[in-house]
């Protein structure tokens, strides 16, 4: 019972959830709820499987874009191209600043 209640809070139930999934007497388990219940849970993990994969690929092209410096540019100057390529501030021209 122990495993059944640590995997299960490892997949995202809450304790709540599970005193309402298992009820003390066995032979009241309400069959559709808990086969309900445990779609509805999978759906769930299959969404943050998803935003995690997007996150993934973001934080990837972010540092594939850092670790690609133009070997002429300071770190000051690449930090402001790849934050401008991704909309995070106004791109400016090194002439522009002086």
């Known amino acids: 019972m122990l495993k059944l209640i640590t995997t299960a809070q490892q997949a995202g ?6 005193t309402a999934l298992l009820p ?3 032979e009241n388990w309400d069959h559709g709820s808990l086969l309900d219940t445990l779609k509805q849970k999978v759906r769930d ?13 973001q934080l990837l092209e972010v540092l594939a874009e850092i670790e690609n410096k133009p070997s002429d540019m300071d770190c000051a100057d690449n930090a402001k191209r790849v934050l401008s390529q ?11 600043e002086s």
């Open 13 to 18: 139930f809450t304790l709540e959830e599970l």
């Open 24 to 26: 003390s007497n066995i």
């Open 86 to 96: 991704f909309g995070m501030v106004q791109a400016s021209s090194p002439s522009s």
């Open 45 to 57: 993990i299959e969404e943050v499987q998803k935003r995690l994969a997007e996150s993934k690929s």
